[in-house]
């Protein structure tokens, strides 16, 4: 069976399996004060053009968003994000478990739009009963999205405008963020770091063993958000094992070079299905493929292949997901490739 469900199936990059293995007898201090997570730090940093950032890694995406998240609110105030974000479809009520809630808008794409920030908190302000009510205080965004759609650079910029106008705080999620880096429309990391308040490089999803770079820009949040890592279960004592990997992925560029693997073998999958005739629930230009199967083509894929059954359309098709990997290879792919052309 070869496993096309998700991006996190594989171990991680040869590159940074050496890494590990070159300095797995080296001494440090723990819980990330040592040089490897220090090396990391500023080659971030630098790829970021901004020196004055915070860098912090943390082992998961879960506990990533719930340690920022309530670092960043006070108890009575909340974070918008959309219907299908990952803090609200994906984690098990984890933000709300801090004691925060999800305040979800609507979206068909996975997205949310600048002026459902504004129409949001601006009636909130205007409710006579706003006191009784939780308060929006930042704005979640996930680049790619839950649905593999992006953010363009002016989509990313109006919002963050919004939320500069209104007060309010932006956090965006890179949990598969070197996809969207793949695209010369979305935000660079250096506008990332201009444009939001935090955000964080994903690693498990691009070939590290696990591990999350939170980028922090505001210098509110910046005060204690060790202690809020300690108290959320996330001050690794092995810290140096993240500063590793994150090294080895910004070094040469491999960070950008993995996504642009996955980006490559995508697109690669996706023109196989459309010129098939098989058309795709969400159109995502990443790594993340929606494509809508009728039954005849479910089974006979399912036979040779794993993936994501994400909902039942009607009778006869299901919504499915194909994700590529950093480790996907050619030959897997050329042969799914062959298998679709036959359905």
Same mark, same amino acid.
């Given at each position: $069976?070869?496993?096309?469900?998700?991006?996190?199936?594989?171990?991680?990059?040869?590159?940074? $399996?050496?890494?590990?293995?070159?300095?797995?007898?080296?001494?440090?201090?723990?819980?990330?004060?040592?040089?490897?997570?220090?090396?990391?730090?500023?080659?971030?940093?630098?790829?970021?053009?901004?020196?004055?950032?915070?860098?912090?890694?943390?082992?998961?995406?879960?506990?990533?968003?719930?340690?920022?998240?309530?670092?960043?609110?006070?108890?009575?105030?909340?974070?918008?994000?959309?219907?299908?974000?990952?803090?609200?479809?994906?984690?098990?009520?984890?933000?709300?478990?801090?004691?925060?809630?999800?305040?979800?808008?609507?979206?068909?794409?996975?997205?949310?739009?600048?002026?459902?920030?504004?129409?949001?908190?601006?009636?909130?302000?205007?409710?006579?009963?706003?006191?009784?009510?939780?308060?929006?205080? @930042?704005?979640?965004?996930?680049?790619?999205?839950?649905?593999?759609?992006?953010?363009?650079?002016?989509?990313?910029?109006?919002?963050?405008?919004?939320?500069?106008?209104?007060?309010?705080?932006?956090?965006?999620?890179?949990?598969?963020?070197?996809?969207?880096?793949?695209?010369?429309?979305?935000?660079?990391?250096?506008?990332?770091?201009?444009?939001?308040?935090?955000?964080?490089?994903?690693?498990?999803?691009?070939?590290?063993?696990?591990?999350?770079?939170?980028?922090?820009?505001?210098?509110?949040?910046?005060?204690?958000?060790?202690? $809020?890592?300690?108290?959320?279960?996330? $001050?690794?004592?092995?810290?140096?094992?993240?500063?590793?990997?994150?090294?080895?992925?910004?070094?040469?560029?491999?960070?950008?070079?993995?996504?642009?693997?996955? @980006?490559?073998?995508?697109?690669?999958?996706?023109?196989?299905?459309?010129?098939?005739?098989?058309?795709?629930?969400?159109?995502?230009?990443?790594?993340?493929?929606?494509?809508?199967?009728?039954?005849?083509?479910?089974?006979?894929?399912?036979?040779?292949?794993?993936?994501?059954?994400?909902?039942?359309?009607?009778?006869?098709?299901?919504?499915?997901?194909?994700?590529?990997?950093?480790?996907?290879?050619?030959?897997?792919?050329?042969?799914?490739?062959?298998?679709?052309?036959?359905?």
């Amino acid at each position: $069976m070869i496993r096309f469900e998700s991006d996190y199936l594989e171990g991680a990059l040869p590159e940074i $399996m050496a890494r590990l293995q070159e300095t797995n007898y080296v001494q440090t201090a723990g819980y990330g004060v040592d040089p490897y997570c220090d090396a990391a730090r500023e080659k971030i940093k630098a790829a970021c053009e901004a020196e004055n950032a915070d860098v912090h890694f943390l082992v998961g995406g879960t506990q990533t968003n719930t340690t920022v998240i309530a670092a960043a609110l006070r108890p009575h105030q909340g974070v918008l994000a959309a219907e299908s974000a990952h803090i609200e479809a994906h984690e098990t009520g984890a933000i709300e478990a801090t004691g925060h809630k999800v305040l979800t808008l609507p979206s068909l794409d996975g997205k949310i739009r600048a002026e459902q920030v504004r129409e949001y908190v601006l009636r909130h302000r205007a409710d006579e009963s706003f006191e009784h009510i939780v308060q929006p205080a @930042m704005v979640y965004i996930s680049q790619p999205t839950e649905t593999g759609t992006v953010y363009s650079f002016s989509e990313l910029k109006e919002i963050s405008k919004t939320c500069r106008e209104l007060g309010i705080l932006l956090f965006v999620d890179g949990a598969r963020l070197a996809c969207a880096l793949s695209l010369d429309y979305t935000p660079t990391l250096q506008e990332l770091a201009e444009l939001t308040d935090v955000f964080y490089i994903g690693g498990t999803k691009h070939g590290a063993l696990f591990g999350e770079a939170v980028v922090i820009l505001n210098e509110d949040l910046k005060k204690d958000f060790r202690y $809020m890592i300690k108290q959320r279960g996330g $001050m690794f004592a092995k810290g140096r094992l993240l500063g590793i990997q994150f090294e080895a992925l910004f070094t040469d560029e491999l960070y950008f070079k993995t996504g642009a693997h996955e @980006m490559r073998l995508a697109d690669k999958l996706r023109s196989a299905f459309s010129d098939k005739g098989i058309e795709f629930y969400y159109n995502s230009p990443t790594n993340q493929l929606f494509p809508v199967l009728n039954d005849a083509q479910l089974e006979k894929l399912s036979a040779k292949y794993s993936f994501s059954l994400q909902k039942r359309l009607d009778d006869g098709h299901t919504v499915t997901r194909f994700c590529t990997s950093w480790a996907s290879r050619e030959e897997d792919i050329d042969g799914l490739i062959s298998d679709i052309n036959a359905l």
